[in-house]
């Protein structure tokens, strides 16, 4: 990209580019004597050559996938629907609007595509039924009465699947004159209208990667239409603008707050590289440094940590499992706000960090624990998109199922006076501070600029021993006495039991561990509604699960608050005895001390055993 003028991610070059060819391709579109252009492109979709692959990644499925989707049968979003044209593209029997908006996408015909790229003629033949039924019923584009469809990530998508469906239907020879007009028109008008996006500006996310990605695989299926270059054109410049705001380009690390979306980001890129023919070596160089940070991003049971709007049960792809395997020690991602430490089958991640509002959760200095096989402190995980409307089972409604997951009081948090952090503030970057280990033990530190504005600075400090105990340190200063209140996320199948100032935790396969604080009587929530506490998303409708959350709550003006997590039958005791010194006791061990002092971002850890 050049030095010009830049705005909203687009040089202002491009922008112009892309204002002439939205207004050449709507003339084309609204203007032209449609049976003409209609004609023309028709009999060059008809003479074009068959394409062999999709150009973006499809499959594989199960051979029982393959034929239920030839049989008509769509699995969306896990639901089960037979769809068969003519298809009321407005319905959502599930009263789930994701659900509804993943219709209209279309990427559910993808079983039809790769059955159809290893020989099965039903299988296209199918997929070109439902796809002119889609054109026929949606001839023009309609953002503001069909808004479900008309999105620039959903048109993205659907372009994607009509352009290369148009393409292989006609060299198979499944496509009459007026049909294969019907599918050019239909891509002109999508082009059109992701032109129009494209040029229009405002905030830079996934979505726009989506959207342009459409525009890139239909300028190549359709290269012989005029404007082609233009979509690709356009289509390019934004893609690399929008991807170098979206992912750090030192760490690689994708910065909607949210580890699920550096998968899809790289997904995105692998198939932006792959479309433009790999002559990218900047964002190749991207592309690997990406790969290496979702491997920090998987946890030892091969799923990624369920940060922010990450699913709670999302495994990682290959590449990133067999990178994590690799991995040891800490990350460099203070700059991004997450801090990873891990150690064979032992892994602490941190996350506090603000840059875009896309994805955001009020998660300001919570954690993840895995240890012994298991998740022993866990976020909540994505909130409930597709859970349906209203109360089902005895849950709240899914507005209030969803503002509960990215509220504080879904992650191992402290919170000042029952209070949620204020999301409605303008993005801080990163507070997560510093960073090292000696003599086995991981230091982080972080702070939480969102409870200033309720006048109490917060910095918290996790000491971490892998296989044995997390300290967690919170100093507050304000200046006035506040209520406060420390959350801790157990693990699903965790059994929790009060002890005095002991919480003992336990499951059926073995797994045993304590949570002890001084300050604060514990009190445990499991699936309570009143107040909403003590719940996980396990993943698809009314998918709220119950499980352990613990609440520390003490008084005090200015405070240091420590409580450990111990990794065993006996609790970890813990106290300070100085600024910056601690000394960490296991019943039935010696105990330690353990010195930290910071300098700049690194942390430098000396711990020994007391006689």
């Known amino acids: 990209m050049g030095r010009g003028a830049v705005h909203n991610g687009v040089p202002a070059r491009s922008r112009a580019r892309a204002a002439v060819g939205v207004a050449a391709l709507i003339c084309c579109v609204l203007c032209a004597p449609a049976p003409a252009t209609a004609s023309s492109g028709a009999a060059r979709l008809l003479r074009a050559r068959c394409p062999h692959h999709f150009a973006l990644p499809v499959g594989p499925f199960a051979h029982r996938r393959v034929a239920a989707a030839e049989r008509g049968v769509a699995f969306i979003l896990g639901k089960r629907r037979r769809l068969n044209p003519p298809i009321d593209w407005h319905q959502n029997p599930f009263h789930s609007y994701p659900w509804q908006k993943k219709l209209n996408e279309l990427d559910w015909l993808d079983p039809l595509i790769y ?20 054109i026929r019923q949606n001839p023009t584009a309609d953002p503001h009465g069909f808004r479900t469809a008309w999105e620039q990530k959903r048109a993205g998508d659907r372009l994607s699947r009509i352009a290369f469906i148009g393409r292989r239907a006609a060299c198979e020879g499944l496509l009459s004159h007026h049909q294969a007009g019907q599918i050019v028109r239909s891509v002109r008008v999508h082009a059109a209208f992701l032109l129009h996006e494209a040029s ?12 342009d990605q459409g525009l890139l695989v239909a300028a ?7 404007g082609a270059s233009r979509w690709r054109s356009v289509a390019a410049n934004r893609f690399e603008a929008a991807i170098r705001t979206l992912v750090d380009g030192k760490t690689g690390v994708h910065l909607e707050h949210t580890p699920g979306y550096e998968q899809k980001t790289i997904e995105h890129l692998q198939a932006f590289l792959n479309l433009m023919g790999g002559h990218q070596p900047k964002l190749a160089r991207l592309l690997k440094k990406m790969k290496q940070a979702d491997g920090w991003f998987t946890m030892p049971d091969g799923d990624i940590v369920p940060i922010a709007d990450t699913p709670f049960f999302k495994q990682a792809p290959p590449y990133a499992r067999r990178i994590a395997k690799g991995l040891s020690g800490l990350t460099h991602f203070l700059r991004d706000g997450f801090a990873i430490a891990r150690r064979d089958n032992s892994y602490f991640a941190a996350v506090a960090g603000y840059h875009r509002a896309a994805h955001k959760h009020a998660d300001e200095l919570s954690f993840d624990l895995f240890e012994s096989g298991r998740r022993v402190i866990v976020d909540t995980g994505r909130r409930d998109h597709t859970q349906v409307a209203g109360k089902a089972r005895g849950l709240p409604g899914p507005i209030t199922t969803a503002a509960f997951t990215k509220s504080s009081f879904a992650h191992s948090t402290l919170v000042v006076d029952g209070r949620s952090f204020d999301l409605n503030r303008p993005p801080y970057g990163s507070a997560m501070d510093a960073e090292g280990a000696g003599d086995g033990w991981f230091a982080i530190l972080g702070h ?3 409870v200033r504005s309720q006048g109490v ?32 996320q157990v693990g699903p199948g965790i059994h929790a039991r009060r002890d005095h100032h002991v919480v003992r935790l336990h499951d059926r396969h073995g797994f045993h561990g304590t949570i002890w604080s001084r300050d604060g009587k514990p009190r445990l929530y499991d699936g309570s509604l009143h107040p909403l506490r003590g719940w996980y998303v396990r993943g698809g409708f009314n998918s709220l699960t119950p499980r352990v959350t613990e609440r520390l709550q003490s008084r005090g003006r200015n405070s240091r608050l420590i409580a ?48």
């Open 564 to 611: 450990t997590v111990g990794l065993g039958r006996r609790p970890v005791l813990a106290h300070a005895t100085g600024r910056s010194a601690y000394i960490v006791h296991v019943r039935g061990g010696r105990p330690v001390k353990i010195e930290v002092n910071r300098h700049g971002h690194r942390l430098r850890v000396h711990a020994r055993r007391l006689r």
């Open 448 to 450: 939480n600029p969102l």
């Open 220 to 226: 190549r299926y359709y290269g012989f239409l005029g």
């Open 457 to 488: 600075r917060h910095q918290r400090l996790w000491l971490y021993k892998p296989g044995r105990a997390v300290v967690i340190v919170d100093r507050l200063r304000a200046s006035r006495k506040h209520t406060y209140s420390r959350y801790l």
């Open 200 to 211: 229009a500006g405002g905030q830079v996310t996934n979505h726009g990667l989506l959207r």
């Open 115 to 134: 059955a159809d790229l290893r020989g099965h003629k039903r299988a296209m033949r199918r997929a070109r039924n439902v796809v002119l039924d889609w």
